[in-house]
């Protein structure tokens, strides 16, 4: 299981697999404190009541206004009319919108202005929409959360207003006493909650994507003001392209396709108000073009009217939470995406227009692709799969040789601990030399290459991280490898993105120039820097030249192979 959460020591801890900064709680004397912001024993409301009309209120001006900003104006986010006061229940402090101000107030809460209440399940603006219930872990016993936020009581607000006209007036919180799993959804002015604050990193990067012919124009997803961005100057400057600012997206793929249109693609995932409704939309441009057209989706989908994709299945509501977004390295009309649970979508172009498809035959229904590696062969694509969602199996690598119309298994499996089985995919990786297709599949068993079309596959984890079978055993096997990107010039050179070793809580970018003989390390990010790195570009014609996206530090570049490093953030980052 990968380290997520690190105790930074002023009063928060980051959440590297996710990229958030969560605030620390103080306290846990049983007494409220009013006077500390952090003390875990206060207790706050969404709204007030007005004294003469008795609607839901804010105690003042810049609350209601925070409130409206967070939430989109759900109900509770004005001030009374004149000669009325906001009555707040004697149970809390105040509300949860007065007092993430107080925590933004001058200099900032650990420096930062930005803190917000995290989203949870049911909301409906795009994805990260399960931003609360992501700490949210029993297996520490009670309460169920990592002991790095400290202190911490049963129910918390999210930002997530409940439109379900069934029950009005009401949003979602979490339980994180022993045994709960779901949002509950308390009244608003009688429901005293505990909350905890959030920010994500001002340079956190989603997804990182290269002009396969201009590779110094790439965009970025994520950034200071969520969205995507783009540089045409290898990364030394940004510009917003896409603005989603109070989106706050877990996901946000992107990818790019080649001439004579370079299109680009950003898929949204945006779940709605019930627990079994969400979006999908898969917005399309040429690069030349200056602007998205939002109102000309090249895909809509919404579940659960679009034939009923993963219906019965558990959490329907991300059916169509998007996985992996990839072009076709050829053809401009065509690229694959990726679902939770409706398995994979390709795009074709006719004189009709775009449509997108399914195409799962041979496929095992449920089973999230997570990862696509397209060849320049005219339709040869791999996949890379998480375990079924029912039965819980592996599904490893399938291939397919007819652009998606069928799939067949690709014979990935390993011996771990003493059991036969076939690995989770996170990443491929395929770089093709005159007749030899060369693919590096990364897995949470460690790293794997074939040369023959996923006939037989060898593992290749000499210098990589290991982590042991069990606490009382000395048999190890190789971390998860969560990013793979191969030289486009050379299949003999490779870098791989691998968890932290449970021994030294480092996460590592190794590089290989002898086809996975050896690994190197090339960057490293540990203690309180500890880090996810999202995703890797190469340039395909100065294949020296690398671009890191990270959790944390932005993009990072290397013109010399990974020997050295400049952060590329200008435009992207915060000024706070």
């Not at 057209?293 to 959490?315: H, I, K, Q, V």
């Not at 095992?364 to 799969?385: E, I, Q, R």
């Not at 297709?437 to 290749?460: E, H, L, Q, R």
Request: charged share 20%; proline share 7%.
């Amino acid at each position: 299981m990968p380290v997520c959460f690190v105790d930074q020591g002023d009063g928060t801890t980051r959440d590297v697999c996710f990229g958030l900064q969560w605030e620390r709680k103080t306290g846990a004397d049983g007494t409220p404190n009013p006077t500390d912001l952090h003390d875990v024993d206060n207790r706050y409301v969404w709204a007030g009541r007005c004294s003469i009309g008795g609607g839901f209120c804010q105690p003042n001006d810049a609350a209601a206004s925070t409130c409206q900003a967070q939430t989109g104006g759900a109900s509770g986010c004005a001030t009374c009319g004149a000669g009325e006061t906001c009555n707040v229940a004697s149970t809390a402090v105040t509300t949860v919108w007065d007092w993430i101000n107080l925590v933004n107030a001058e200099p900032g809460f650990a420096g930062h202005a930005d803190w917000r209440l995290p989203s949870e399940a049911g909301q409906n603006v795009p994805a990260g929409a399960l931003e609360l219930e992501t700490i949210r872990n029993c297996g520490f016993g009670n309460p169920c959360v990592d002991p790095a936020f400290g202190p911490t009581g049963s129910s918390y607000w999210s930002r997530t207003f409940n439109t379900d006209p069934a029950k009005p007036d009401t949003a979602w919180v979490v339980d994180f006493s022993a045994g709960a799993a779901s949002p509950a959804r308390p009244e608003l002015e009688d429901g005293a909650f505990f909350v905890r604050a959030v920010r994500a990193p001002s340079t956190l990067i989603r997804d990182l994507v290269i002009d396969p012919t201009n590779p110094t124009t790439l965009y970025a997803s994520g950034g200071a003001r969520p969205g995507v961005y783009k540089t045409v100057d290898g990364g030394a400057s940004w510009q917003l392209s896409l603005d989603l600012q109070g989106f706050f997206p877990s996901e946000l793929p992107l990818a790019f396709g080649p001439p004579p249109e370079r299109p680009v693609y950003a898929a949204l995932f945006s779940q709605g108000a019930g627990p079994d409704e969400s979006v999908l939309v898969i917005l399309r441009k040429p690069d030349a073009d200056p602007a998205w057209d939002t109102n000309g989706e090249d895909l809509r989908l919404a579940y659960p009217d679009f034939g009923g994709c993963g219906s019965g299945a558990r959490g329907t509501n991300v059916a169509l939470l998007p996985g992996d977004l990839a072009a076709d390295p050829l053809d401009p009309t065509i690229a694959y995406l990726g679902t939770e649970k409706c398995g994979v979508y390709k795009r074709s172009s006719t004189d009709g227009g775009p449509s997108w498809s399914l195409m799962n035959t041979g496929l095992v229904p449920g089973t999230p692709p997570k990862t696509f590696a397209v060849s320049t062969d005219p339709g040869l694509v791999y996949a890379g799969f998480s375990r079924d969602t029912l039965s819980l199996a592996g599904q490893g690598v399938f291939k397919s040789t007819d652009g998606a119309m069928n799939w067949s298994a690709a014979n990935l499996t390993t011996t771990i601990c003493g059991f036969d089985f076939i690995p989770d995919v996170l990443a491929l990786a395929l770089q093709k030399t005159g007749m030899t297709t060369t693919v590096y599949a990364g897995t949470d068993a460690g790293i794997f290459k074939t040369t023959d079309g996923g006939a037989t596959w060898s593992p290749i984890n000499t210098g990589l991280p290991t982590t042991r079978c069990s606490l009382e055993g000395t048999e190890r096997f190789p971390r998860l490898i969560r990013q793979l990107a191969v030289d486009p010039t050379d299949a003999n050179v490779a870098y791989a993105v691998a968890d932290a070793a449970d021994d030294d809580l480092v996460v590592r970018l190794f590089k290989t120039e002898d086809g996975g003989v050896s690994w190197t390390v090339k960057l490293a990010f540990g203690g309180p820097d500890l880090e996810g790195i999202t995703s890797l570009a190469i340039d395909a014609i100065h294949p020296t030249t690398v671009y890191a996206g990270t959790g944390l530090s932005g993009v990072l570049k290397t013109t010399d192979g990974g020997d050295h490093w400049t952060r590329m953030n200008t435009g992207l980052a915060a000024s706070n």
